[in-house]
């Protein structure tokens, strides 16, 4: 049971250059979530999906896309990378919303970008 | 909105001091809230969580109470060690139907010296 794994670990881009981030999990959730952490700013989210086949917009949703086409993986697309997208981006998932929101994300090890 | 702030970092400790790291929030109802650790190159690991008013989460020594009148998840340790070096986030997951998502605080660095 790897839980959530992320590919790559890192990846340098130049300005205008396109590349898509893979999230991963084996734990059968409902749930994933792509955030990315800034200095000084915690975890901003950008998409989410509820369950396969659905993609929801985030906090900061703008220069980004996703797919959702197989329950296991997220996928966070960039298509003309920005110096504003250096990040590092985590991706986390939870088996079900419910209960009171007392579930917790289980986070990947994330991806660090930059863009040149 | 919901929003969650956090005492600016770093935050320089000797090993076998006493560690609080204060955080409250500002949400509508009763959210669950959270502290969440993140040690150098890894993700975030759940650290422990509160789901209402007075409960107390508990974990490796770290201690956060739930605290509605005043809106607060201070955490403490009352005496940390090197290996607790770390960044430190506070989130809250709001009570009503939210997808899941957490609201994170700017987080806050913990460096331990021996």
């Known amino acids: 049971n790897a839980g959530v794994t992320q590919t790559p670990k890192f990846r340098v881009l130049k300005t205008g250059q396109s590349m898509t981030l893979l999230c991963a999990q084996d734990m059968n959730h409902e749930y994933m979530y792509w955030y990315r952490q800034d200095p000084g700013m915690g975890l901003r989210l950008i998409h989410y999906?509820?369950?396969?086949?659905?993609?929801a917009k985030g906090e900061v949703p703008d220069g980004y896309n996703v797919s959702r086409l197989k329950k296991q993986n997220f996928l966070l697309g960039l298509e003309s990378a920005a110096p504003s997208q250096t990040s590092v981006y985590f991706c986390?998932?939870?088996?079900?919303?419910?209960?009171?929101?007392?579930?917790?994300?289980?986070f990947g090890p994330g991806t660090r970008l930059t863009v040149l | 909105g919901d929003s969650v702030t956090q005492m600016e970092g770093p935050v320089t400790l000797s090993e076998e001091a006493f560690l609080t790291i204060n955080c409250t929030y500002t949400?509508?109802?009763?959210?669950?809230l959270f502290w969440y650790v993140q040690y150098p190159g890894e993700g975030l690991q759940l650290l422990l969580k509160?789901?209402?008013?007075?409960d107390k989460g508990s974990n490796k020594g770290f201690e956060a109470t739930y605290r509605k009148e005043t809106t607060s998840f201070h955490l403490e340790k009352g005496s940390v060690q090197v290996s607790d070096s770390a960044v430190y986030f506070c989130?809250?997951?709001?009570?009503?139907?939210?997808?899941?998502?957490?609201?994170f605080g700017a987080g806050t660095q913990v460096v331990v010296t021996p």
């Open positions: 509160a789901t209402k008013a007075d």
């Open positions: 949400a509508t109802g009763y959210p669950s």
């Open positions: 999906s509820v369950g396969e086949g659905t993609t």
């Open positions: 989130a809250l997951s709001p009570r009503t139907d939210s997808w899941g998502k957490l609201q």
């Open positions: 986390a998932s939870i088996e079900q919303v419910g209960g009171g929101g007392r579930l917790q994300q289980y």
